[in-house]
């Protein structure tokens, strides 16, 4: 089945230090991926895009790497804020049955930056 | 400035009844898109539109319907509501081509 997959469980940082989450899928072949926030109680809001011959993508503090053999994206905040404290959700273009594309996202992995 | 606004931002209704949720967005973009936001189930689309008259299903399209008479708004309409649809509910749009989504700020829907 498809799946993609972001860890459940928070990830608390104390501030200066590098966050990474990680976002693996199974069964998909995106052309591109992408990295959203989401603050609480509010949308998300779109970060980064990463096609498939990308192998990196910077902005800012900000990187992704996407490794479509692995079928993994690395996202990382170096010198992490407290500003930086919200839930950061990956999300993949997939072709529906429409013969058009969607995004499909992951569930998102909540990050913690401690002062 | 242009954006993208959902309305109401809360509503409770009871089970049976008939809802609308709003969304305008004035950025003129072809795509609009409307998901559930659920614990443990992250974002899944219910409903997308690529232009004017134009609709399609997402993953959990059953209980719910659009229609896109215009560039600027796509309703969601809950037929019966069920409190299996208490969620929040987001809007987004993007322009025809690109990828990137613009997300509403979300209304948060109690079924009673």
């Known amino acids: 089945s498809q799946k993609i997959e972001q860890n459940s469980e928070a990830l608390n940082i104390q501030e200066g230090k590098t966050a990474t989450l990680t976002c693996n899928y199974t069964?998909?072949?995106?052309?591109?991926l992408q990295w959203y926030r989401q603050d609480p109680g509010r949308g998300p809001v779109f970060l980064l895009l990463?096609?498939?011959?990308?192998k990196e993508k910077r902005k800012e503090r900000l990187k992704v790497t996407f490794d479509t053999t692995l079928k993994q994206s690395l996202f990382h905040i170096t010198a992490s804020q407290p500003a930086d404290s919200a839930t950061y959700l990956c999300a993949l273009d997939i072709l529906t049955i429409y013969g058009n594309n969607r995004l499909a996202f992951g569930k998102g992995n909540q990050v913690v930056v401690i002062p | 400035d242009a954006e993208i606004t959902q309305s109401p931002r809360h509503k409770i209704t009871e089970t049976g009844r008939q809802v609308t949720l709003a969304c305008h967005q004035t950025?003129?973009?072809?795509?609009m898109f409307w998901y559930r936001q659920d614990l443990g189930h992250g974002l899944r689309l219910i409903h997308y539109?690529?232009?004017?008259?134009?609709?399609n299903k997402g993953e959990v399209s059953d209980g719910y319907s659009v229609s896109r008479s215009n560039t600027e708004d796509l309703p969601l309409t809950l037929e019966s509501a069920a409190s299996s649809q208490t969620s929040v509910y987001f809007c987004?749009?993007?322009?025809?081509?690109?990828?990137?989504?613009?997300f509403g700020p979300g209304t948060r829907l109690t079924v009673l």
């Open positions: 539109s690529y232009g004017v008259h134009d609709t």
């Open positions: 990463i096609r498939e011959n990308e």
């Open positions: 069964n998909y072949s995106p052309a591109y």
């Open positions: 987004a749009s993007s322009l025809l081509g690109t990828d990137t989504q613009y």
């Open positions: 950025w003129n973009h072809n795509n």
